[in-house]
């Protein structure tokens, strides 16, 4: 059973940074795609990045230039580097595999606000 934790949200001013981490437990992690999602208030979740086995990435327009996405296979850990934020990016942010999604974990809180 894999398991995912998100880390690293919290408040920030626009045109702040944050950094999240996500953390997936099992051996087969390096064999995964990869991906960031987000969900709003009132709003479905939405993938705004990922990344293959191979490193190949894709980004949503929305934060398309803004946000990166890297991974670790050693560390079993996906990235999401988030800069230039603005309030829109407010949302809870989740990890998962785009295609076939494992177990949802608790995912961390982005508030983007002055």
């Known amino acids: 059973q894999v398991q995912l934790a998100e880390s690293g949200g919290g408040l920030v001013q626009p045109g702040g940074s944050l950094r999240l981490s996500c953390a997936v437990s099992?051996?087969?992690?390096?064999?995964?795609?990869m991906g960031w999602f987000r969900q709003a208030p009132g709003k479905q979740r939405e993938l705004v990045a990922r990344?293959?086995?191979?490193?190949?990435?894709n980004y949503a327009d929305s934060v398309k230039g803004r946000f990166t996405i890297s991974r670790d296979n050693a560390k079993n850990t996906v990235y999401l580097q988030m800069n230039s934020l603005k309030p829109e990016d407010t949302a809870v942010y989740y990890c998962?595999?785009?295609?076939?999604?494992?177990?949802w974990g608790q995912g961390t809180q982005v508030t983007v606000s002055s």
């Open positions: 990344i293959t086995s191979g490193g190949t990435t």
């Open positions: 099992g051996s087969r992690f390096s064999f995964y795609t």
């Open positions: 998962n595999a785009p295609i076939i999604p494992f177990n």
